[in-house]
């Protein structure tokens, strides 16, 4: 899977995706959007927080960028945090303009933040478990927030938007 338009596919759902996914959560009190809902961070905020979390980290990582020790919680404030994601996603979407077939063949090592092993595996599957991790969370985000009734609406990437 190391085709470079299947990651311009994928940046631009996730743009997509959490465009859609901010616009519902504003319309949540802050305390709605920071309560213990039982989700595996707990809250929608501290979920889109290590949303954030993980593609600074990844991007930092496969861009031999040093990688602050960010933390979880980036942001407490939600307007503040909607705009880093904001620039994470136009960052994303550079970046990803950046990738051809060869530096997503080659293999990248790193040290995992949270069990200190050492890995070496190929680029397009540490590209690919970027977008499958945000799509994972963001629907943990969508539950919270069908919980809460408020609908999303299709988050398939069928119906991702033709540019």
Same mark, same amino acid.
């Given at each position: 899977?190391?085709?470079p338009?299947?990651?311009?596919?994928?940046?631009?759902?996730n743009? !997509?995706?959490?465009?859609?996914?901010? +616009?519902?959560? #504003? $319309?949540?009190?802050?305390?709605?959007?920071?309560? &213990? =809902?039982?989700?595996?961070?707990?809250?929608?905020?501290?979920?889109?927080?290590?949303?954030?979390?993980?593609?600074?980290?990844?991007?930092?990582?496969?861009?031999?960028?040093?990688?602050?020790?960010?933390?979880?919680?980036?942001?407490?404030?939600?307007?503040?945090?909607?705009?880093?994601?904001?620039?994470?996603?136009?960052?994303?979407?550079? !970046?990803?303009?950046?990738?051809?077939? +060869?530096?997503? #063949? $080659?293999?990248?090592?790193?040290?995992?933040?949270i &069990? =200190?092993?050492?890995?070496?595996?190929?680029?397009?599957?540490?590209?690919?478990?970027?977008?499958?991790h945000?799509?994972?969370?963001?629907?943990?985000?969508?539950?919270?927030?069908?919980?809460?009734?408020?609908?999303?609406?299709?988050t398939?990437?069928?119906?991702?938007?033709?540019?």
């Amino acid at each position: 899977m190391n085709h470079p338009d299947y990651y311009r596919t994928m940046v631009r759902y996730n743009q !997509w995706m959490n465009g859609k996914i901010y +616009a519902c959560c #504003a $319309q949540l009190s802050d305390g709605d959007r920071k309560a &213990d =809902r039982g989700a595996f961070f707990k809250s929608i905020h501290a979920t889109l927080n290590h949303l954030l979390y993980g593609d600074r980290v990844w991007v930092c990582r496969l861009s031999h960028q040093p990688c602050p020790n960010l933390g979880q919680d980036l942001y407490a404030d939600f307007d503040e945090l909607y705009q880093a994601r904001t620039e994470m996603d136009t960052a994303l979407i550079d !970046w990803v303009a950046t990738f051809t077939p +060869a530096w997503l #063949a $080659q293999s990248f090592e790193y040290t995992s933040n949270i &069990d =200190r092993q050492v890995r070496r595996l190929p680029i397009w599957l540490l590209v690919t478990h970027l977008f499958n991790h945000q799509t994972h969370h963001r629907g943990q985000v969508t539950t919270l927030l069908c919980q809460l009734g408020i609908d999303p609406g299709p988050t398939d990437l069928p119906w991702l938007p033709l540019v």
